[in-house]
């Protein structure tokens, strides 16, 4: 029998999931993977170089198989990129799992992340772009959803609170 995430945290670039993971991974006494740093450190170089590089679709593919390595073989808590959720395959993996989308509002994401450039898929327009990602996005992250935390105003450990209630997970 292969293990299986303790819990999934989806959500747009910035919301947290890699910070709110860990906090997570250690109340749970479990382990953290997040599927961008599998990428990264399977390709020896950044997300943004891939995209830059090789294109968002390149990108897309390495980051398919990550999640469904992850989502098979890892027993603890497993953050996913911001777009992970476009692939309809990764969705269907992603059914019989404990999934939380942190959620933000666009003036959350200006606070976090000052939607700078450094983020490939935000390089021109950056508020404009965001709140077009998030429109598309919104509703997939939702149907995967087994619950959506906001973490507007909210610090990680307040919202990594709201994550193990809202799951009615116990820390260990």
């Known amino acids: ?45 950044t997300i943004a170089e891939i995209f830059v590089d090789d294109g968002e679709d390149a ?8 999640v469904a390595e992850a989502v098979a073989g ?7 990129g911001g777009g992970a959720v476009l692939d309809a395959d990764t969705r269907a993996l992603l059914t019989a799992q404990r999934v939380v989308y942190l959620s933000m509002d666009v003036e959350e994401a200006v606070r ?9 898929l935000l390089a021109v327009n950056p508020r404009q772009q965001w709140r077009a990602l998030m429109e598309a996005r919104r509703h997939l992250y939702e149907e995967v959803a087994t619950a959506v935390v906001p973490t507007d105003g909210r610090g990680p450990e307040d919202v990594a ?5 809202a799951l009615e997970l116990k820390e260990a």
């Open 161 to 165: 609170r709201a994550v193990l209630d």
């Open 112 to 120: 976090r992340t000052g939607l700078n450039a450094a983020r490939p």
């Open 1 to 45: 029998m292969s293990a299986v995430p303790v819990v999934v945290l989806v959500g747009p670039m910035g919301v947290g999931k890699s910070t709110v993971g860990r906090l997570l991974a250690g109340r749970l006494g479990a382990a953290f993977r997040d599927t961008d740093d599998d990428i990264v450190a399977a390709q020896g170089r």
């Open 74 to 80: 890892h027993a603890g808590v497993l953050a996913l």
């Open 59 to 66: 990108f897309r593919a390495l980051e398919k198989r990550a």
